[in-house]
């Protein structure tokens, strides 16, 4: 007679395995994806499975319930301890007695997809770089004198098939202890950077740890840094920290912190530090928040601008300030932790550093395209990611091209008057009535007095303090629209506007937005210097659209995606009135929220998607906006609201 046939669900691997196979030695002869920490000492759970019993007419069987073994006293403990959910089995335990159909859920996958919440059509496919494995170590003996770590690495071996282990020293000081205290039981964190490569040991723990290991995804921009603890098994963000760049004091752009690198000897160590030390400190943050131990972090995505990279590897960003704009290194990095300063991590903690595209284009725009994959895109699509640099893609199937441009940290609330973070207190929505020309408006953490959709009129406003990025795009494109404004981008008086809220200041005038004597909270103006600012930041932004256009042979686009800290905040409309974008019908414009920190976050989880994003930025053409004449006339013809070319009628929509 045959062995018995065992079929896997969802993949439909099939084998015939002999009468007494574990579920689980099934499941690894066939290559089905079944977790495993324990290594099938029923201990872990990670390898449950839900047998199905009946009529399997696709597949011309009938399932027993003889078909598996029962409980075995492992299992029956198991369930005693921690309790099986119905239906469910220990792979490891339950034997193969019969022709069988079993089913893989979802949770006992390592290569699991799951769907992203900031884009719920999108999935990300799970493939950790790290996971944990527990081995138990022959004692050490008189007659055999090797090492812990030797007895260690044979014992990968036999039990798990690993062959070849690195250790790095602060992990290996900390193996000795570990070993005795788990009775020669260890769980440990291995990570492999590709399949094929050698596995190093980056945190061990003694007897069976159950995890879950914790990533951070981090987006290093030149104002702000995001930065994002995830679990490495299921994806999910376990806890969000946003901080300033601290590098700010010696700079507010990447322009002015390399001349910082120039004009101080040291300077540039001094920025590594800073940027060092808010990293170390954003990782002790989040841990603390999510009340878990930074043992448990033990890989790091960093997504970041060219000038962002070299600091942070305590390279000197000199050769970035002058052309050609040579990087020390394009190439994707892989290094250890402690080598950036981030020591309170686990201790063999790994960071992985995307790709740079070229000397001004960096990882950051490479996570943008790895989050929004235009080279699979049918249509013209156009990605703008607004932050202090833009980093701008065009492209679909055929070709992409992406360049960055230098729009200053306007469009995140810095240089404005009263320009402040997207924290609570600050506006983050404004409507001006075109009719009355009074303001209403949303406050971060202020929801309480509002109506159904956020806003409330100025004067029942409490607690503000400032405007954000997303604010002040807003506050201008809505001057314009109520006329407060013409289309050089001048702030009309009293006179012309007819509202008291058009207030001198200086030899100009600005729009008092928030009156603190009769209002409460700060006085919040927009002024001709914000709105000079804007059209600096945003022509800039336009003119690099438009040179990469201009580099496909276009005049249109299908569609653009906004990106960016605030994305998700930027209304289309206000966009393109303000003429940040190329004109489109507004359905065809989107947002992605922060999209290179979702890179960073696919990077984090999955080795497949960082060898994606390797192989493409390999074929992303990279435009120079700096030494681009082009670039020039088109940001000269972008300084009006909205711009030259853009038809009138917008600003009636
Ligand atoms: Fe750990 Fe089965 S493999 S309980």
């Not at 039990?159 to 202890?177: C, F, H, M, N, S």
């Not at 994003?613 to 909205?642: D, S, W």
């Amino acid at each position: 007679t045959q062995d018995p046939l065992v079929i896997f669900t969802p993949t439909g691997k099939r084998g015939r395995f002999p009468v007494g196979t574990p579920v689980l030695t099934a499941a690894r002869q066939l290559g089905v994806d079944l977790d495993s920490v324990c290594g099938g000492r029923g201990i872990c759970s990670k390898c449950q499975v839900s047998p199905s019993f009946g009529q399997f007419p696709k597949h011309g069987l009938t399932v027993s319930e003889g078909a598996l073994s029962g409980w075995n006293a492992v299992e029956q403990r198991y369930d005693e301890k921690r309790g099986l959910k119905p239906g469910r089995r220990l792979g490891c335990q339950a034997q193969v007695l019969g022709d069988i159909v079993i089913d893989v859920p979802p949770e006992s996958q390592v290569h699991r997809q799951v769907v992203r919440k900031e884009a719920a059509l999108r999935a990300m496919e799970m493939d950790p770089a790290t996971r944990l494995v527990m081995v138990d170590v022959a004692e050490p003996d008189m007659h055999e004198p090797t090492g812990d770590f030797e007895r260690l690495a044979r014992a990968l071996s036999d039990q798990w098939g690993i062959a070849e282990v690195a250790i790095d020293l602060p992990v290996l000081t900390r193996l000795q202890p570990a070993l005795r205290q788990g009775e020669w039981r260890v769980t440990l964190a291995l990570h492999q950077p590709r399949d094929g490569a050698p596995h190093r040991v980056t945190a061990v723990w003694p007897g069976f740890f159950e995890g879950p290991l914790l990533g951070l995804a981090i987006d290093l921009g030149s104002t702000t840094i995001a930065a994002h603890l995830t679990d490495l098994a299921t994806g999910e963000v376990v806890a969000s920290a946003g901080a300033m760049n601290p590098q700010i004091r010696f700079g507010e752009d990447l322009m002015s912190r390399v001349s910082y690198a120039m004009m101080n000897p040291g300077g540039d160590a001094e920025m590594t530090a800073a940027v060092r030390g808010a990293l170390a400190t954003l990782a002790a943050g989040l841990a603390e928040e999510s009340n878990t131990d930074q043992g448990r972090i033990v890989e790091a995505v960093v997504v970041c601008n060219p000038v962002m990279h070299h600091l942070l590897l305590g390279i000197d960003p000199v050769e970035l300030g002058q052309a050609p704009f040579a990087l020390a290194t394009s190439s994707a990095m892989e290094l250890a932790a402690s080598d950036l300063g981030l020591t309170g991590l686990a201790p063999g903690a790994r960071v992985y550093l995307l790709p740079c595209i070229a000397g001004h284009v960096g990882a950051d725009a490479a996570a943008v395209a790895l989050s929004e994959d235009p080279g699979a895109s049918e249509d013209l699509v156009l990605i703008v990611d607004v932050g202090t640099n833009a980093e701008i893609l065009l492209g679909n199937r055929e070709r992409v091209l992406a360049c960055s441009s230098p729009t200053g940290p306007a469009f995140e609330g810095a240089q404005i008057s009263s320009g402040q973070r997207a924290a609570p207190g600050a506006i983050e929505r404004v409507r001006i009535d075109p009719v009355t020309r009074e303001p209403r408006f949303r406050v971060i953490g202020c929801e309480l007095w509002s109506d159904e959709e956020g806003f409330a009129e100025a004067t029942a406003a409490t607690g503000v303090t400032g405007i954000c990025g997303s604010g002040i795009i807003e506050a201008v494109a809505e001057m314009r629209m109520a006329g407060l404004l013409d289309a050089s981008g001048l702030i009309g008086g009293a006179d012309r506007t007819g509202t008291p809220r058009s207030v001198p200041e200086g030899r100009t005038h600005a729009y008092l937005l928030h009156d603190a004597s009769t209002e409460g909270g700060a006085r919040i103006t927009v002024t001709q210097g914000d709105i000079r600012a804007i059209q600096l930041a945003k022509s800039a932004l336009y003119a690099g659209a438009r040179l990469l256009m201009d580099e496909i042979g276009t005049d249109t686009v299908d569609r653009v995606v906004l990106a960016g800290a605030f994305g998700a905040h930027i209304s289309p409309l206000h966009a393109m009135v303000l003429g940040m974008i190329p004109d489109v019908p507004l359905d065809k414009v989107t947002s992605a929220g922060n999209a290179a920190g979702t890179g960073a976050r696919i990077a984090l989880c999955s080795r497949s998607a960082r060898a994606k994003i390797e192989r493409e930025v390999q074929r992303i053409t990279k435009v120079e906006t700096a030494i681009e004449p082009r670039f020039q006339e088109h940001f000269v013809a972008a300084n009006a609201i909205p711009h030259a070319t853009a038809p009138f009628a917008l600003l009636r929509a």
